[in-house]
């Protein structure tokens, strides 16, 4: 595996594989490009040493081969934008044959050739080995820059990679980040450390705690989820998001956290509305005794304290999920104050990972994205590096 920082792209044709999997309104305009500037350093470094750069990427999930909604052709007009309008982009119809061959192949240093979405082609989900050679042809080196989809073991994601000899693939700038902030936190972390999980369900977020159980000073738990275990322990909790197959799991995880010494805090009180709706009537009780007809749907002001608290004096801190359902104004405030606290401990010397969408959209919502550690890109592909699992993506490069 070469490093991508010291590699020199002069006169090099480098394919990267990028996450340019971002939402497009009606007139198929770019709506929120965060992956498409998460990638740009590295296409600017390849640029920026004389190299040209070849982009292959999904977009949404083509059932059927090409259809113009998925077309990465959409792009093409933001992508030139954000590359400051200087630098040729150009788009090949086809992500493999002979277009894309003869565009490849023509492509001059300082230029940018973007395929066609990969997903038109049932084998680059299959991890097809010969569509993954086709693909490898285009370019003289591979970059893997799409950590999002680093959980996947596609054509594209890993199975490319063996098609390129040892010192010609290697992570791009963004997946170097996303894999050292990771490691930092899983195998480098310093204590106390906090993991505060969140989000609508036990069942999404078993593997997770298990595995940090075994690195944890503390793990708070919050948003819908911590109802289940609110009522596992005889707590009465209303009409609280709950899944009733999961009590023993979480009477399980509680077992375990006691036999481990990590110390499990679920919050003291809540805020419950009589209805799921932004408008519902509103008052505080104690997690444990929500009465009948109402919902927990954040955590309570004495929670958000207690929540503080632990987070404020830990110096290793990741954060999956909200505490509340943040989307409505009334239960906002929970998943608020903890990006206000994280925010705190990391001006005072902690290191903060923020991952998994919904917590990723808060931070971002509550402007808080600048004053944590690191924010990840990776929705589904962190929560399984935090289970403990190694990603196909980042395996095919690291011991291909
Ligand atoms: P997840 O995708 O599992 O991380 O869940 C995120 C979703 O959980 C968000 O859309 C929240 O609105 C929702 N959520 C958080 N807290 C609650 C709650 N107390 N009751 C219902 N939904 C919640």
């Not at 050679?133 to 063996?162: P, W």
């Amino acid at each position: 595996m070469s490093v991508f920082s010291d590699f020199n792209f002069k006169g090099v044709k480098a394919l990267v594989r990028v996450d340019f999997n971002v939402p497009l309104n009606e007139q198929f305009e770019v709506t929120d490009d965060n992956r498409m500037t998460a990638a740009l350093p590295t296409i600017k470094k390849i640029l920026a040493d004389g190299g040209s750069v070849i982009l292959m990427s999904h977009l949404g999930r083509p059932k059927d081969g090409p259809v113009n909604k998925y077309s990465l052709k959409h792009l093409v007009p933001h992508l030139s934008k954000l590359l400051g309008g200087n630098t040729p982009v150009l788009f090949a119809d086809d992500c493999i044959g002979e277009q894309a061959t003869l565009t490849a192949g023509m492509l001059r240093s300082g230029e940018v050739l973007l395929l066609e979405n990969l997903r038109f082609y049932k084998e680059e989900e299959k991890g097809d080995k010969a569509f993954a050679e086709k693909l490898s042809k285009l370019g003289d080196v591979y970059v893997n820059d799409a950590f999002g989809t680093a959980h996947r073991a596609h054509a594209s994601t890993a199975v490319i990679a063996e098609f390129f000899p040892k010192g010609k693939k290697m992570f791009g700038l963004l997946m170097e980040g996303e894999v050292a902030s990771a490691e930092k936190v899983l195998h480098k972390f310093e204590k106390p450390f906090v993991a505060i999980i969140g989000g609508a369900k036990v069942s999404d977020k078993i593997l997770i705690i298990e595995n940090l159980l075994e690195r944890a000073t503390d793990i708070i738990i919050g948003g819908g989820m911590a109802y289940t275990f609110c009522k596992a322990e005889g707590g009465k909790i209303g009409s609280s998001l709950c899944e009733d197959d999961r009590l023993e799991t979480a009477l399980e995880i509680l077992k375990k956290a006691e036999e481990k010494g990590v110390i499990i805090h679920l919050p003291s009180d809540s805020v419950i509305a009589d209805k799921f709706d932004a408008n519902a009537n509103t008052s505080t009780a104690p997690s444990a005794a929500i009465p009948d007809g109402w919902m927990g749907l954040d955590i309570g002001v004495n929670a958000c304290e207690q929540f503080a608290n632990v987070i404020k004096r830990s110096k290793t801190i990741l954060w999956n999920g909200p505490m509340g359902v943040f989307e409505m104004a009334k239960f906002q405030h929970g998943t608020k104050c903890i990006a206000q606290s994280i925010a705190e401990a990391t001006k005072n010397g902690a290191f903060s990972l923020i991952g998994g969408g919904d917590s990723v959209a808060a931070i971002n919502q509550f402007g808080f994205h600048d004053q944590v550690s690191y924010v990840s890109t990776g929705g589904g592909a962190l929560l399984e590096v935090f289970e403990g699992k190694e990603l196909p993506g980042i395996a095919a490069i690291k011991n291909g």
